[in-house]
């Protein structure tokens, strides 16, 4: 059986209804299926980034579910409906592609001129721009979430500050900086101050977010992967220590650093 998004919204009804619906998601908020909602966004990067492909239609179904939850919470509280959620979202990028949609409507496609990847990329920055003075967010950084991670916080952070004029110019300014930061923990160490070492690191972080930025990296992402290199190589050692009957517990440095570099190179 085929089944659409309809069927979707059906089920999250039927699954909420007060009589004869599942008591676990009759339960539910907002806040208690925030967890869930990132669960599920983290789980659809981790498939891309492992080329897991196979597995990606199910976890974009997992989100889509999420996003169909909190319309229907929305809707229960007379909020809006999943239907406004759609009208909203596609009347944003209609808005926010004029080199697609001359007048910002699905009737004009193909009717307007192209432009570079730069200035359509400068155009969005600006219609956001508009956009959160038309809501009254007039903060530069009033809608950039709290509970974002770090780095990805940092990064958005970063990004709105340049739209005043705040960036280095060059990549090798942020280069000198990042050395600049990393003399500066040295110094705080070799004072033994836990609360400079600790404000220091921050710094040093936060200038390597803007490194990642002017590199055109996504620094989340980056750390992601590198997590993910290291783990496959810690397995890889320990798999490698059990067959040649090292224990790594006791093993020398250099047992330890001979199976790191064959773990490199399997």
């Not at 919204?9 to 009759?26: F, N, V």
């Not at 199910?58 to 999943?82: N, T, Y």
């Not at 909203?88 to 001359?102: A, I, M, N």
């Not at 220590?241 to 773990?263: F, H, P, S, V």
Request: aromatic share 8%.
């Amino acid at each position: 059986m085929t089944y659409r998004l309809d069927d979707l919204i059906h089920l999250m009804a039927c699954l909420r209804d007060p009589s004869h619906g599942c008591p676990w998601d009759r339960k539910q908020t907002y806040e208690s299926i925030i967890p869930f909602t990132l669960e599920e966004a983290y789980e659809v990067a981790d498939v891309i980034e492992r080329g897991a492909f196979d597995e990606l239609c199910s976890e974009l179904g997992d989100l889509l579910f999420q996003v169909v939850f909190h319309a229907r919470l929305a809707e229960e509280d007379g909020l809006f409906s999943l239907e406004e959620v759609i009208q909203s979202v596609v009347s944003k990028l209609l808005s926010r592609h004029p080199h697609v949609f001359r007048d910002a409507t699905l009737e004009s496609f193909g009717q307007s001129g192209s432009l570079s990847i730069e200035s359509i990329k400068k155009f969005w920055e600006m219609k956001k721009v508009e956009e959160r003075a038309d809501r009254g967010q007039l903060d530069l950084f009033g809608d950039v979430p709290m509970g974002f991670p770090a780095l990805t916080r940092a990064q958005k952070i970063q990004k709105r500050a340049t739209s005043i004029g705040f960036d280095w110019s060059s990549t090798e300014g942020v280069l000198s900086k990042v050395t600049e930061e990393l003399h500066e923990l040295e110094e705080a160490r070799s004072q033994q101050n836990p609360d400079a070492i600790l404000e220091e690191f921050g710094d040093l972080l936060f200038t390597m977010v803007s490194l990642a930025r002017h590199l055109d990296i996504n620094s989340e992402q980056a750390l992601r992967l590198a997590t993910r290199k290291f783990e496959s190589r810690i397995r890889a050692v320990t798999q490698m220590a059990r067959e040649q009957g090292i224990d790594l517990t006791t093993a020398t440095d250099n047992e330890k650093n001979g199976l790191w570099e064959q773990a490199k190179t399997a």
